[in-house]
């Protein structure tokens, strides 16, 4: 996630929002202690509330580094407790987001980094949201989006994302693997720069079910599958034992990987570099990216160290996928 090549004269820095999530999740610490250890390469604009971020150690130092705070005093500071699920600090981390996606909107942002929300807060606020990715689709109107998680070692892109395993098969399909991987494709061109991307299908069953005898998923779904995209993309393989798709990925032998569930893109990715994991959203008109973690609320709680790594990851891949868009 080099930055080598991002451009940093005044003239034509890229802008980049971020939302500080559930306030009293590690939401808040790590944004103030990640953006206070990167270099001043863009403009950076935090979405959060200042009474809040003003008790964190760094926040003085933001305003020597013109670094623009958007405050929605939107957290009582009376009674206030970090690591605490509450309704309130759900509505508060929806209301950042709502204002980022207006600044988005009205072209003040370039690309978005979101610190973590809690489901649960969110959900006892009463949004229905499962998670960032959902919020985007419904708040853009976007039908198409791909949540790909990646580290500097690997690219997954999930064709099923936060739901239980054993409802995993009844929803892939042909159309819904095709749909990822265009998607994929498409971003691995047009954001990562890579001008022609190859991408592995990755099995649902072990051994990508031993022609038939572990599951028909692979027969019957993800083969006419990958069979449909190689007609149209070059440089489609599959679908191939997950294990062996993930090897090869880690050789440098694939861009990007396309995983039937969750756990079989964060078991790789937490093993291979947790620290420096980020989430981002595939078929947004701007980039978007998360650390690759959540709340943290026993972090929070306890005022434990917080590593920013994964918080300083996304922000340089946004900047650097935003960079790389504004050039096409």
Same mark, same amino acid.
């Given at each position: 996630?080099?930055?080598?090549?991002?451009?940093?004269?005044?003239?034509?820095?890229?802008?980049?929002?971020?939302?500080?999530?559930?306030?009293?999740?590690?939401?808040?610490?790590?944004? %103030?202690? /990640?953006?206070?250890?990167?270099?001043?390469?863009?403009?950076?604009?935090?979405?959060?509330?200042? *009474?809040?971020?003003?008790?964190?150690?760094?926040?003085?130092?933001?305003?020597?580094?013109?670094?623009?705070?958007?405050?929605?005093?939107?957290?009582?500071?009376?009674?206030?407790?970090?690591?605490?699920?509450?309704?309130?600090?759900?509505?508060?981390?929806?209301?950042?987001?709502?204002?980022?996606?207006?600044?988005?909107?009205? #072209?003040?942002?370039?690309?978005?980094?979101? /610190?973590?929300?809690?489901?649960?807060?969110?959900?006892?606020?009463?949004?229905?949201?499962?998670?960032?990715?959902?919020?985007? /689709?419904? #708040?853009?109107?976007?039908?198409?989006?791909?949540?790909?998680?990646?580290?500097?070692?690997? +690219?997954?892109?999930?064709?099923?994302?936060?739901?239980?395993?054993?409802?995993?098969?009844?929803?892939?399909? %042909?159309?819904?693997?095709?749909?990822?991987?265009?998607?994929?494709?498409?971003?691995?061109?047009?954001?990562?720069?890579?001008?022609?991307?190859?991408?592995?299908?990755?099995?649902?069953?072990?051994?990508?079910?031993?022609?038939?005898?572990?599951?028909?998923?692979?027969?019957?779904?993800?083969?006419?599958?990958?069979? #449909?995209?190689?007609?149209?993309?070059?440089?489609?393989?599959?679908?191939?034992?997950?294990?062996?798709?993930?090897?090869?990925?880690?050789? #440098?032998?694939?861009?990007?990987?396309?995983?039937?569930?969750?756990?079989?893109?964060?078991?790789?990715?937490?093993?291979?570099?947790?620290?420096?994991?980020?989430?981002?959203?595939?078929?947004?008109?701007?980039?978007?990216? *998360?650390?690759?973690?959540?709340?943290?609320?026993?972090? /929070? +709680?306890?005022?434990?160290?917080?590593?920013?790594? *994964?918080?300083?990851?996304?922000?340089?891949?946004?900047?650097?996928?935003?960079?790389?868009?504004?050039?096409?």
């Amino acid at each position: 996630m080099s930055l080598r090549k991002t451009p940093i004269s005044k003239s034509c820095r890229i802008k980049v929002g971020i939302t500080i999530g559930d306030p009293s999740g590690i939401g808040p610490f790590i944004t %103030i202690k /990640a953006v206070n250890q990167l270099p001043d390469i863009a403009d950076l604009v935090i979405i959060g509330d200042s *009474s809040l971020l003003s008790k964190i150690p760094g926040f003085r130092n933001l305003k020597k580094r013109k670094i623009r705070v958007v405050d929605l005093k939107n957290v009582a500071k009376k009674g206030f407790k970090p690591g605490k699920v509450k309704a309130e600090y759900g509505k508060a981390s929806i209301e950042y987001l709502d204002r980022a996606v207006r600044l988005i909107k009205a #072209k003040e942002l370039d690309c978005l980094v979101t /610190a973590p929300i809690s489901k649960e807060a969110i959900n006892l606020a009463g949004f229905d949201y499962s998670g960032h990715t959902e919020y985007f /689709a419904r #708040k853009t109107n976007s039908k198409d989006l791909v949540m790909m998680l990646l580290n500097k070692h690997l +690219r997954f892109s999930l064709v099923t994302r936060h739901i239980r395993l054993k409802d995993v098969p009844g929803q892939l399909s %042909i159309n819904r693997i095709c749909q990822v991987t265009r998607v994929t494709y498409s971003a691995l061109k047009n954001i990562f720069g890579i001008s022609y991307p190859k991408i592995v299908i990755c099995g649902l069953n072990p051994h990508a079910s031993d022609n038939g005898l572990i599951g028909t998923e692979e027969r019957t779904i993800l083969s006419p599958a990958v069979k #449909k995209l190689s007609s149209e993309l070059a440089g489609i393989t599959g679908p191939l034992p997950s294990d062996i798709a993930i090897v090869k990925a880690l050789k #440098k032998e694939f861009d990007a990987a396309i995983v039937m569930y969750h756990d079989q893109a964060l078991i790789p990715l937490k093993i291979t570099g947790m620290d420096g994991g980020v989430n981002i959203t595939l078929g947004l008109e701007f980039v978007r990216t *998360s650390p690759l973690h959540g709340t943290a609320f026993d972090i /929070a +709680r306890t005022k434990g160290p917080a590593n920013c790594n *994964s918080m300083i990851s996304a922000i340089r891949l946004a900047l650097k996928c935003a960079s790389i868009q504004r050039k096409d």
